[in-house]
Nanobody
Framework: QVQLAESGGGLVQPGGSLRLSCAGSGSRFIIYVMGWYRQVPGKERELVASIRRDGYRYYADSVKGRFTISRVNANNTVYLQMNSLKLEDTAVYYC???????????WGQGTQVTVSS
């Protein structure tokens, strides 16, 4: 189990930007993938973006062109730069870390992102 500390959530107007950060620590296994999921009431948690150690990135269609995921492998930190935010981006965002076999090593506590005018 890895500890994942999230920060950066908050309230922003439509069209605004936020940058989420997540720092992993205490992992006994290599963190191969780090990603961001989000969840809204009544819906399943969905993958927003992920990044492998080699830099390969995945984005959900709903955020392509607006969000950018990046990481610093040395300290197991992942970032999610969110631009052009929309009302439908409102959710609790969770950081996730996975091992080489894609098994989950840990989850962040969740950080609220609210897009509202």
């Amino acid at each position: 189990q890895v500890q994942l500390a999230e920060s950066g959530g908050g309230l922003v107007q439509p069209g605004g930007s936020l940058r989420l950060s997540c720092a992993g620590s205490g992992s006994r296994f290599i963190i191969y993938v780090m990603g961001w999921y989000r969840q809204v009431p009544g819906k399943e948690r969905e993958l927003v973006a992920s990044i492998r150690r080699d830099g390969y990135r995945y984005y959900a269609d709903s955020v392509k062109g607006r969000f950018t995921i990046s990481r610093v492998n040395a300290n197991n930190t992942v970032y999610l730069q969110m631009n052009s935010l929309k009302l439908e981006d409102t959710a609790v965002y969770y950081c996730n870390a996975q091992s080489l076999d894609y098994s989950t090593l840990g989850w962040g506590q969740g950080t609220q992102v609210t897009v509202s005018s």
